[in-house]
Structure formats: C-alpha cells, structure tokens
C-alpha cells in the first residue's frame, strides 16, 4: 500500500451473490505479521498505516475495533504534535477512523451513531479538501439510507460520490457508485437503467483489471437478464433470449472466477447457473417443451452437483 491517508474500512459494494475469497487462516496469516511490522515501527505515520492494513484484514469485530481505536488516538496525537502536509495526513487519518467507527455501529444496528461518526469524518474531509475520503464517506452515507428505506437520500448521497470520483478520476469509485446506484434502480423495478449502471460498472472494472469487479458486474447484468424482459426485443421469443444473455453473463463470471482460483465465487456461481435452467429449462433447446424442461433440469442437477 502506498503511503496514504485511511478512509474507510469498507467501501460498501452490492452484488447479489456475496463471496468471501480469504480463508481465515491466511487472514490471521497476515494479521500477525502487521503485527510484528507495527511493533518494529518507528514512526506514527507507519504505524497508521500498518493499522489501516491491520482493521482491513481482520474481520474478527472484537478485535478489528480496538486496532481502530489505536489509529484515532496516534491520528488525534499526530494533528496536535505536526503543521502542514503531515497536520492533514493525520486528520484525514482521523477523519478515516471515524468512518470505521461509522461502519462499526452500522453493524451493531446503531444508526443514529452511525450517521454521527459518518458526519464527523464528512465534516474534516471537507474541512482539508479530501475529496477522495469524502466521496467514499458518501458510499457509507448511503448505504444507511438505504437501509432505512429513504432511496432519494441513498441516490442522492451516491450520485454525490459519483460526482467527486469522476473529478478526480478515481475509477474503483466510479465503478463501486455506479454499481450501487445500479443496484438501487434494479430494486425499484428501473431494471433499463440499472442495467446501464452495471455495464457502466463493468466497463470501469474492465479498465481497471479488476477480476473481482467484472465478476460481480457480470451477476448483476445475468440477473437483470434473468428477471426482466428486454423491452427492445419484439416477438414470441424474448424470454428465451434474455435467459441466453442471462446464462452468458453468469457462464462470463464463472470463468473469471475460475481464473481468479476463488472457489466459494465459483461455487456460488455454477450454484445460480444451476437455478437458471432449473427454474426455466434450457433455453438453447429447439425441441418441445417437455424436452426442453427435462434437458434443463439434466444440467441443473449437473451445475449443482459441480457447486
């Protein structure tokens, strides 16, 4: 990681299917070597850093918290102690820790203090022109209104962060705010448009060579596939066809995931390619009806046996 302010503990990424690559071993893995690299540290900027990476990779929520603590204190101490360039590092590292303490409450169910620790850090990131951590502050920001049901508000809030990304043309945001919009518009039946989010967000993912990114992208848009008709598309035979491009994104992903050796992704993508065609038959199929169910029902049981 290169040298950098912290500013979020998760950028917050909807996918219809959530897959977990890191094992828990390897986690621990590396856990205990930033510990050994924090206890070796000689200045507070690295051990911000190594910090950040600690609270990143553990997802123990009793332990990943108290790491979090210790970055807030070393931030707070760094912005009494320094001037200048090294004064906003550390309050932009704050600002960053109260973003993970927002993320933290969020998880706890508490979203009154969710919103608090979230507007603080908006309120120094603005306060030092950090655009970059604000515009991820937003992702947060509007998650929660998501969860409370207010979807002008989420839209609002992550059309904002789209809008800081795009001036600073940090492209894993661009792609994270316009999956989340994406995913928004799909769940108030805009399916057009958020299908045109998601392609949006694959497109970036692509320039960015993000495996992880294009996989996810390619579920969203097989799903749109899966559960709309295409409008475009006039005649008898639309929903076979959008069930091909369905099974073409899902077939897409699963072989990225392939690539990636991420096994739980791939599991759980043969596992919806298996719900496909035994909740629909096979579309390729030409024959009669029944054959055509029976054919389906083959390859679900395959896809699932592989899963």
């Not at 977990?20 to 590396?30: H, I, L, P, T, W």
């Not at 990131?125 to 992702?139: C, H, L, P, V």
Request: net charge neutral; glycine share 8%; hydrophobic share 35%.
């Amino acid at each position: 990681m290169s040298f950098q302010p912290v500013y979020t503990r998760r950028i917050i990424l909807f996918c219809f299917i959530l897959v977990f690559g890191f094992s828990v071993k390897a986690q621990k893995e590396v856990v205990d070597s930033l510990k050994v690299l924090l206890g070796n540290a000689k200045h507070d900027t690295t051990r911000c850093t190594i910090l950040y990476q600690m609270i990143e990779s553990e997802n123990d929520d009793s332990l990943w918290p108290l790491y979090n603590q210790q970055l807030l204190e070393i931030a707070e101490r760094g912005i009494k102690n320094n001037k200048g360039d090294l004064k906003r590092f550390y309050q932009s590292t704050y600002a960053g820790a109260l973003n993970n303490f927002g993320y933290m409450y969020d998880r706890l169910g508490d979203i009154e203090k969710s919103f608090k620790y979230y507007n603080q850090s908006l309120k120094i990131q603005d306060e030092i022109n950090d655009k970059s951590g604000r515009a991820f502050t937003f992702i947060n920001v509007g998650f929660l209104y998501r969860q409370q049901g207010n979807v002008a508000k989420a839209l609002e809030s992550y059309h904002s962060a789209l809008k800081i990304f795009i001036s600073i043309n940090e492209k894993l945001g661009i792609a994270t705010a316009y999956n989340n919009i994406g995913f928004i518009l799909d769940n108030q039946g805009e399916y057009m448009e958020a299908l045109n989010y998601y392609q949006k967000a694959l497109k970036m993912y692509e320039e960015l060579g993000d495996l992880d990114g294009q996989a996810i992208s390619y579920n969203n848009i097989g799903f749109i596939y899966k559960k709309y008709k295409d409008p475009t598309c006039i005649g008898n035979d639309c929903k076979r066809k959008d069930l091909i491009k369905a099974i073409e994104c899902m077939n897409k992903s699963i072989k990225i995931r392939e690539q990636m050796g991420d096994k739980v992704g791939l599991a759980a993508g043969l596992n919806v390619l298996g719900g496909i065609y035994d909740s629909f038959g096979d579309p390729f199929c030409t024959s009669d009806s029944i054959t055509c169910r029976k054919e389906g029902e083959d390859k679900a049981l395959s896809f699932y046996l592989q899963s």
